[in-house]
């Protein structure tokens, strides 16, 4: 299957998806880079290892460029799946239309709590800490719309300690990332995800 993945920072869970690609675990390939931000890690670390790179949202330079240009991109890049890493722009409505049920975000928080829009970065886990919860933990989901209301399609629970900083618990979170989006998106490359009646997503194990 082709990916994008759609950075705008460090670009670390992107790294490992596409390691996972190399070593074979995604059976998969990392096609385009889309970001926000030409200078970010993510863009850096593309540009090493010859993918692609494209600036989205992009007003002026080198040239006007519309959700409906990037649509147009994607699809000649033939793009199966879009997967934010860390993308900080709201996905315009002609991409979430023209990939319906094609587009994964991961979010660093037990969704549906502590997402929307303010919610990212360590605000998400200083928020968590303050309000006493014991777990955490990332979410990925399908995308929408909104800022972190589509479909759940996988989590895992990290323990949130006595005296995290936020710093401390990002980390711990970040880690396990890492690991979902990798075995996640192994199971959407198999096609693996099936719908349950009520709309749902589940990853069916590999048998
Ligand atoms: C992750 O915590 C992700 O959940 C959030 O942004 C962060 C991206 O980290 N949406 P990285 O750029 O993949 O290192």
Do not use: M
Not at 53 to 69: C, G, I, N, W
Not at 79 to 91: M, N, P, R, S, T
Not at 158 to 180: K, N
């Amino acid at each position: 299957k082709r990916l994008a993945v759609f950075v705008s920072g460090g670009g670390s869970n992107f790294k490992a998806i596409h390691e996972a690609t190399l070593k074979g675990s995604v059976l998969g390939d990392v096609v385009v880079l889309v970001t926000n931000k030409g200078d970010c890690g993510g863009a850096a670390y593309a540009k090493e290892y010859g993918i692609p790179v494209v600036l989205f949202p992009r007003r002026k330079e080198p040239q006007p460029f519309s959700p409906s240009d990037l649509v147009t991109t994607l699809r000649e890049f033939k793009v199966d799946f879009i997967l934010l890493a860390g993308y900080l722009k709201l996905i315009p409505v002609e991409l979430v239309q023209h990939y319906q049920k094609r587009i994964l975000n991961i979010h660093p928080s037990l969704l549906p709590a502590f997402g929307g829009k303010g919610y990212y970065g360590l605000k998400v886990h200083k928020a968590v800490i303050s309000s006493g919860a014991r777990y955490s933990g990332p979410t990925i989901h399908f995308v929408d719309e909104e800022f972190d209301t589509g479909r759940i399609l996988a989590q895992r629970v990290v323990p949130v300690c006595a005296f995290d900083t936020p710093e401390e618990l990002a980390a711990r979170v970040l880690h396990e990332e890492h690991h979902l989006y990798v075995d996640v998106v192994a199971a959407l490359c198999e096609d693996r995800i099936i719908w349950r009646d009520d709309g749902v997503p589940l990853i069916q194990s590999k048998e």
